[in-house]
Each structure stands twice: as C-alpha cells, then as structure tokens.
C-alpha cells in the first residue's frame, strides 16, 4: 500500500513539475520582439570647430520578463556620406517586463568633416543629419536580436556675427573740432538668436584716436541685421592740426575702427570668446 501511495505521490509530483514547465516554456517560446526608437537628441557640447549629439535611445519590452541589451551601434551620415559613430558592443542594459529603459549615446561630429563632405559650409547655418543603427538585444530562443534605429534632424553650424565698419560721414569743421558719424552693420549669420552684450569700439586716424566707447544689448534674432550708427564730437585737440587741416582742406583721409564684442548665443551650450573686429574707412570730407 505505501509503495503504491508513494508512487502516486512521485507521479503526481512529475505531472506538477511537467505542467510548471509546460507553462515556462510556453512564456518562453511566445516571445514578443521589443522595440526601439531614439526618444530625442540634445547638444552636449557646441564650438566653432564640433558638435557633440547627445542621442537618448528607448528599448520597449512588452514581455512578462526582462531583457538585456547586448550592445549598441549607431551612425551618423551627412549627404550620404557617414561622418561620425559609436559602437558599444558590450553595452549591458535591462529592460523591465512590460517598462522602458533608455541610454544616452553620444556621437561628436566635426565641422570640418562636414565642409569636405558636402563642399564647404559658407551660407549655411544648418545642415540636414540622419541616424540609423541597431540595439543589439539577447532574447531567449531568438538569441541575439537586431532592433534598427533611425532619425534625422537638423544640426545648427554656430558662426560669429559679421561687423563691418559700413559709413562714416563728417559735419561742421570748425576750430573747435567736428562731429562724426560712424555707422557700422551687424549681422546674425546663425540659425538662432544671439545677443551682443557688448560691443567697445576705437576710432583713429592718422595714429591718433579720435574717441572710444561701447554699446551695450545688441539684440540680433536669427538671420537679422542691424545698422548701428555710433555719433562723435572730436575736439581740435583730438584731431590734432595735421588732421584738421586735411579735414577742412577737403583731403581724403583713412579712418580705422576696431573693437571687440561680448557674444551670448540663446544656444546656451555655445559660450564664444568675445570676438575682435578691425576695419578701415575713407573719410571724405
């Protein structure tokens, strides 16, 4: 009787095992493939000379259980040529049942590798990119699974602003002195706004200065320019008698200005060094 109790009992337990088996198997073998997309892209690092492309990666599972990610890769291509790529073999990330996960993958791209690839960047203050790569996931029974990824956006080429010394005009000689009009133009080449938070400036002739000072808030919105017209009294002593005799004797005489600019771009990952800017002007009495 016991031997036969015992071995209803091992066969019930056999058929408990096979039955919880059948079940895993089964959660196994129906396998849902996961999904993958690049959830944005952001500027981690902005100069004159690169870009850097802070990529956010999500991985969807839609399973009862978690995957890993075995790895990561992914291309960076402009006009058809690839520029730059990351790669991330061993790359571990889970990705809970039924969640999200997400990485950051960052890929830099330098501007000059742009120019030569689509013919240089002159009258261009953006350029049309594309994404495309794989996460690499381990899925049971599948293996080692391909999840392709692709986007494409635009990437601002940052450029100083121009200043040119564009006029200057001269009223009322006397043997007190003159009054000057120097009027210079800025342009905005970017593809974003940007504030000059100041500008000084120097004017001379004949090596002598004729007067200096700054303009403050210079606001320029994306492709805009702006004529910036800066009024001068120059005393007889400034101008010296040489100068004033050239003036009033109706002489050309080569006026320079030079200055530099504090820059602050609404790009706040792009902090420039104030530029300088020199130019040279015939001032016609």
Not at 204 to 232: H, M, R, W, Y
Not at 235 to 258: C, E, H, P, W, Y
């Amino acid at each position: 009787m016991r031997t036969a109790h015992t071995l209803r009992l091992l066969i019930s337990l056999v058929m408990i095992s096979f039955l919880a088996s059948c079940a895993t198997l089964q959660g196994i073998v129906d396998v849902q493939k996961p999904t993958a997309r690049v959830a944005g892209v952001s500027l981690g690092d902005l100069n004159l000379e690169q870009a850097t492309l802070l990529v956010d990666v999500a991985v969807a599972n839609p399973n009862g259980f978690a995957l890993d990610a075995a790895g990561f890769d992914l291309d960076l291509t402009v006009a058809g040529q690839q520029l730059a790529s990351v790669a991330q073999p061993d790359s571990a990330v889970s990705v809970p049942a039924q969640g999200e996960e997400s990485v950051q993958l960052p890929v830099t791209l330098k501007f000059s590798e742009i120019a030569a690839a689509i013919g240089g960047l002159s009258g261009k203050n953006a350029i049309d990119y594309a994404l495309d790569g794989n996460v690499i996931m381990n899925i049971p029974v599948m293996g080692d699974v391909k999840l392709p990824l692709s986007f494409a956006d635009v990437l601002p080429v940052p450029k100083l602003p121009d200043i040119k010394f564009s006029n200057v005009s001269l009223s009322d000689v006397s043997w007190s002195g003159a009054k000057m009009l120097v009027s210079l133009d800025v342009t905005n080449p970017n593809a974003f706004g940007i504030d000059l938070n100041s500008l000084a400036y120097n004017l001379q002739a004949e090596g002598k200065s004729l007067g200096s000072g700054a303009i403050e808030n210079i606001k320029l919105e994306q492709g805009q320019a702006q004529t910036v017209d800066i009024p001068f009294e120059v005393s007889l002593t400034n101008l010296g008698i040489s100068l004033f005799r050239m003036l009033s004797g109706g002489d050309a005489v080569k006026v320079g200005l030079d200055g530099s600019a504090d820059i602050a771009p609404d790009i706040g990952i792009w902090k420039p060094e104030p530029m300088s800017f020199n130019a040279e002007r015939t001032l016609n009495p």
